[in-house]
Structure formats: structure tokens, C-alpha cells
């Protein structure tokens, strides 16, 4: 066991979260193993209390509490061992690559990142996307485990830097698309209900779920952040369900989940805030459908436009939908060539 460290953010380190800072210096050391230690607040950041989201900038010196020894890791903390089939899995999912980016179509149910009980995600298959290169990819954005669609990884440290520093200054443009029960209206519009965190009821926090709270309600409303939406809706069965476009300008944790539930339209396959007990029946209430439409979550991250983090050029990445969405489509009769490139081009 270490005893307690100082350590000063390099130039070249900073715009890193403070977890993943942490796991490139200690390889060794899990994600809960930090995040615990950021709730007890021993990981500090110039003597201040930080979330494991958190960002280092240069200069800033880290408190890193005592670590385990490499050579005596807990059980969560030893290297993944990624089996052939796994391998094969996440390298059929590139959907583009070069020397500083891949690109990938994540299928819905991976994790994009380790946490309690999760032991299969794209952080730790990564080491099979090195592809010759020295270092194994970065993560600079996230999806929630059952979303599907285009995710983006940095090969080195410079693309990680920018393309962090363009997702948290909101330069880039993501269009979703989902299935949602009933139908929005008006077609095209906006959704700027504010958000919150509600706890959940177990001991661990389970349970938790983002609260929509009035625009005019949300400075008095502590934890509240303000939340900003662009929904179309491209196509409908009856007034049963509808294939819808989504735009989040804000990034907010199940933002779109729960904006679409707020209206009265949840995500078909959301049992978190669509009531996984609760069938559709056309009031555009209850997020499942019945019949051969799948119960898996319907939201798919369809097309990410970016500046290449050494080029400067636009990249403009589209992922086709995953089998159970797609199994949808063909049910309603839809294929994803019917949809607008930009649904949004009179919002812009």
C-alpha cells in the first residue's frame, strides 16, 4: 500500500475527467475504487472534494490517497481478459477510423464504462481497438448502457484533448431517434422543461430518475438544471406510436428519456420512466408496445457530426439502427432511409 500523494497535472493532462486522469497514472486502481474515494472525499483537487467526473486543468495538484499495491489488486481491479469473441464483437462495431479517432456503432445493453457489477464495457474491450497504436483508445463522451449508436474514441492524447474539450463546449451536433408511444405534437418542436435528481429507494442508491421540473420553476428548485430539447416527429402508426428525431442542446443524464416521458410520450422499452408495466394503448402513455415490438429500449444515437480533432474538418458519422429497432421498422412498415439527413434545419 502507497501512502498519500501530491501530484501536479502536466500540461498535456489537462481537460481530463479526474477519474480517468487517475486510471492512466494507476492502471491498477478500478473505477469504484475511485469513486468511493471521491464520495469520502479522499481524492482531492487542490484541497477541494470532486466528483469522479470532475476535471483536472494544469497545474492543479491531486490529494491521491494510499493505493493498493499492482501486485496485490482487489478481484474488480484486475485487467479484463477479453475472449476472441469479444474481440471480434467490438471490432465489428467500428464504423470508422484513422490515426487519431474510431468510430464506433456501440450495441444497446454494453456499458460504455465499468461500474458496480459491470464487467463487460467499452472502456475495457478498447484494448482490442489499439490497432497497432501505442496507447488503447479514450473514451470522450458517454451513452447510457441501453442506448445504441455512434460513439467516438480518441487513439492519443492530443484527440482526446480536443475532442473532449468540443464535446464539453458543446461543439458537436447529435441527432437520436427513437420510438416513443403516441404521437407529439405539435411535429417539430421544443422541449425546455428543466431536470433533476430524485434519489432512489435502495441502499445503494438504486432506483434514482431525472424529475422534469417548469422552466419557471427551476431557480427555486434545488439540484435543478435547466434542460433544452429539439424533437421532430418523421412518421406514425395511427395515433399509436411515432418514429421520432431528437437533438439534446444540454447533456444532462437521461435527458431525453425523460423529456419525451414528460410530454406523455415515453421511449418505447423505458421501464425507468415509461412504466415497464404499462402498455401503449394509442393515448400516447406506457412505453410498451405489445405485439412483436421488442421490449429493449428504442433510442439509437444516429448521427454525430464533429471537427477532427488534428484535420479541422468536419466528420459527419451516421450508425444504422440495432437489430431490435430495426425489427420495428420493417414491423411498421419504415426503413431509415425515409428520414431527413437534418430534421432540424428550420431550427437552426
Not at 445503494?204 to 424529475?211: A, H, L, R, S, Y
Request: aromatic share 6%.
Amino acid at each position: 500500500m502507497s501512502g498519500v500523494q501530491m501530484i501536479t497535472v502536466s500540461e498535456d493532462d489537462g481537460g481530463q475527467r479526474v477519474d480517468r486522469w487517475l486510471r492512466r497514472l494507476f492502471p491498477h486502481v478500478s473505477q469504484g475504487r475511485i469513486e468511493k474515494m471521491c464520495r469520502k472525499g479522499e481524492l482531492r483537487v487542490d484541497g477541494g472534494r470532486v466528483k469522479a467526473s470532475s476535471r483536472v486543468e494544469t497545474g492543479q495538484s491531486v490529494r491521491v490517497p494510499p493505493l493498493p499495491d499492482k501486485d496485490h489488486k482487489p478481484q474488480e481491479a484486475r485487467e479484463i481478459r477479453i475472449s476472441a469473441a469479444d474481440q471480434k464483437m467490438i471490432q465489428s462495431c467500428v464504423i470508422y477510423r484513422d490515426d487519431d479517432v474510431i468510430v464506433l456503432n456501440k450495441p444497446a445493453g454494453l456499458a460504455v464504462q465499468g461500474g458496480s457489477g459491470t464487467t463487460k464495457h467499452v472502456d475495457g474491450l478498447s484494448e482490442a481497438l489499439r490497432f497497432g497504436a501505442e496507447d488503447k483508445p479514450r473514451l470522450v463522451h458517454r451513452l447510457d448502457k441501453d442506448t445504441s449508436g455512434v460513439l467516438v474514441l480518441a487513439r492519443n492524447r492530443k484527440a482526446a484533448q480536443a475532442l473532449t474539450a468540443a464535446f464539453r463546449h458543446k461543439n458537436t451536433r447529435k441527432i437520436y431517434w427513437a420510438l416513443v408511444a403516441g404521437v407529439p405534437t405539435p411535429y417539430l418542436g421544443e422541449i425546455k422543461t428543466g431536470l433533476v435528481k430524485a434519489g432512489g429507494h435502495g441502499a445503494k442508491g438504486e432506483g434514482e430518475k431525472m424529475i422534469c421540473v417548469d422552466p419557471r420553476d427551476i431557480d427555486q428548485t434545488p439540484g435543478a438544471k435547466r434542460a433544452y430539447t429539439h424533437y421532430a416527429t418523421l412518421y406514425r402508426v395511427a395515433s399509436r406510436a411515432a418514429w421520432v428525431a431528437m437533438e439534446p442542446i444540454t447533456g444532462r443524464t437521461h435527458q431525453l428519456r425523460a423529456h419525451m416521458a414528460g410530454i406523455g410520450h415515453p421511449i418505447a422499452g423505458d421501464g425507468k420512466y415509461g412504466g415497464s408495466g404499462q402498455e401503449n394503448m394509442g393515448d400516447g402513455w406506457g412505453s410498451q408496445m405489445g405485439g412483436m415490438i421488442s421490449k429493449k429500449l428504442h433510442l439509437h444515437a444516429r448521427r454525430l457530426v464533429f471537427e477532427h480533432p488534428v484535420t479541422g474538418k468536419p466528420v459527419d458519422m451516421v450508425a444504422p439502427l440495432p437489430e431490435h429497432m430495426k425489427h420495428s421498422w420493417d414491423t411498421f412498415g419504415w426503413s431509415e432511409d425515409l428520414a431527413a439527413c437534418d430534421p432540424f434545419e428550420k431550427l437552426q
